[in-house]
Structures are given as C-alpha cells and as structure tokens.
C-alpha cells in the first residue's frame, strides 16, 4: 500500500524532494509479559515502514539531485528504559537506519 501511495504522489505532483517519517507504535510492558509477534509488528510499523519509505523516494532524490529524509525519533532510541523493551530496540533501529543511510548517500 505504501509504494502504491507514492506511485500516485509522484505521478499527480512530481517526484518527492522531502520526506518526513512521524511513525509511531508502542507497546509498555514488561520484558517478561513482552509477545515476540507484538514486538515484530512494533518493528514493523517503527522501522519497516521507513524503510520502504525511503527505498522509494531515494532513486527520485537521486534523480533529481537531491533531497532530505527525516525520521522521527524519541528519547527511547537513545536508551533503553523499563517496560518498553520492544519500543526502545524499535528506535534504536530506526536511528541506526537514520545513520546508515546518511553514510551511505553522503550526508
């Protein structure tokens, strides 16, 4: 659905120069009480989803000579707190995604 969506953004205005990814899901609880499926559709939603995000603005980017991604994040991709095991490892994912692409595209 989300490559679709920008399918049709980029055919009714133009390639996509900016993209902000504001995603969020969170789920508190207790390491022990934490469901592993519960966990992966955290990771889907915090990190996944940006992911293919950005994999479909970058060729435009590049096309175009440029542009900014910018992912959303929150104190919990800086350190891990208690009973939001699943959130934290989310965001700290999403930040490493933030860097690694910045590497790899020189910014």
């Given at each position: 659905?989300?490559?679709?969506?920008?399918?049709?953004?980029?055919?009714?205005?133009?390639?996509?120069?900016?993209?902000?990814?504001?995603?969020?899901?969170?789920?508190?609880?207790?390491?022990?009480?934490?469901?592993?499926?519960?966990?992966?559709?955290?990771?889907?939603?915090?990190?996944?989803?940006?992911?293919?995000?950005?994999?479909?603005?970058?060729?435009?980017?590049?096309?175009?000579?440029?542009g900014?991604?910018?992912?959303?994040?929150?104190?919990?991709?800086?350190?891990?707190?208690?009973?939001?095991?699943?959130?934290?490892?989310?965001?700290?994912?999403?930040?490493?995604l933030?860097?690694?692409?910045?590497r790899?595209?020189?910014?």
């Amino acid at each position: 659905q989300l490559s679709q969506a920008f399918d049709k953004l980029s055919a009714n205005f133009g390639p996509v120069t900016v993209l902000i990814c504001n995603v969020g899901m969170a789920h508190w609880g207790s390491i022990l009480e934490l469901d592993p499926e519960t966990v992966v559709q955290v990771f889907r939603t915090n990190v996944a989803a940006s992911l293919v995000a950005a994999q479909k603005v970058i060729p435009m980017q590049l096309k175009n000579g440029g542009g900014t991604i910018l992912f959303t994040g929150a104190t919990a991709a800086l350190r891990g707190s208690a009973n939001c095991a699943g959130v934290a490892a989310s965001k700290f994912g999403l930040r490493a995604l933030s860097q690694s692409l910045a590497r790899e595209y020189n910014s």
